[in-house]
């Protein structure tokens, strides 16, 4: 059993194009999180959610626009995409905002051209 | 503010060799810290961890001792197998900070 998925697992679109990522997790937890990792493998958080409420909001631009409909999704949302978004994200999730054994999706890569 | 810092790589080994990856932190308070493990395209999964000072983590044959006058949780494997070959980071939580916060990986290969 998965215990956290992501979709799709590639997505390549144009410069402007709206596109959205999908995150599930089936552990029970509480915490969900979007990391995006660059081309150099650095990690870096962007958002997290706490039974359904933002509890991280890192500095990122507002294009970028999580939603959580329930504790056990949580899906990102990216307008007028542009080159430099173009990475991994992984989404995650834990039990407890302060949980820090976090456990990750497969990811995905995200290819604007 | 909080950081790790870990060995740049990548870092290349022969089957059986002893493997060392070094990371050092900058925390305020008493942090937790952890090494994850990323294989070729997956995502991250959690080694091993250790909560406070002087405590060791291990797993699959890693270990890594918090030391907190050095302020390092270096990873260590006394015997490398092929399978071993992956990214790894290492990261700490708490202190000042409610994040994960990683260092940016090191990436070791394991010849046979």
């Known amino acids: 059993d998965t215990a956290v998925s992501q979709t799709p697992k590639y997505l390549v679109t144009q410069m402007g194009n709206d596109k959205s990522i999908k995150c599930e997790q089936n552990?029970?937890?509480?915490?969900m999180y979007w990391y995006k990792q660059d081309s150099k493998k650095f990690l870096k958080i962007m958002f997290s959610?706490?039974?359904?409420?933002?509890?991280i909001n890192e500095t990122v631009p507002n294009r970028f626009s999580p939603k959580s409909p329930d504790k056990a999704h949580l899906n990102l949302h990216i307008n007028s995409l542009e080159l430099g978004d173009s990475a991994v994200y992984f989404c995650?999730?834990?039990?407890?905002?302060?949980?820090?054994?976090?456990?990750f999706g497969p990811g995905t890569r995200l290819t604007v051209t | 503010g909080n950081s790790v810092t870990q060995m740049e790589g990548p870092v290349t080994l022969s089957e059986e060799a002893f493997l060392t990856i070094n990371c050092t932190y900058t925390?305020?308070?008493?942090?937790?810290l952890f090494w994850y493990v990323q294989y070729p395209g997956e995502g991250l999964q959690l080694l091993l961890k250790a909560t406070k000072a002087d405590d060791k983590g291990s797993n699959k044959g890693f270990e890594a001792t918090y030391r907190k006058e050095t302020t390092s949780f270096h990873l260590e494997k006394g015997s490398v197998q092929v399978s071993d070959s992956a990214v790894y980071f290492c990261?700490?939580?708490?202190?000042?900070?409610?994040?994960?916060?990683f260092g940016t990986g090191t990436l070791l290969a394991v010849q046979p």
């Open positions: 995650a999730s834990s039990q407890g905002a302060s949980g820090y054994e976090q456990y």
């Open positions: 990261a700490l939580y708490g202190g000042a900070t409610n994040k994960l916060i």
């Open positions: 552990l029970g937890h509480d915490t």
């Open positions: 925390a305020t308070g008493y942090p937790s």
């Open positions: 959610y706490n039974n359904k409420e933002l509890i």
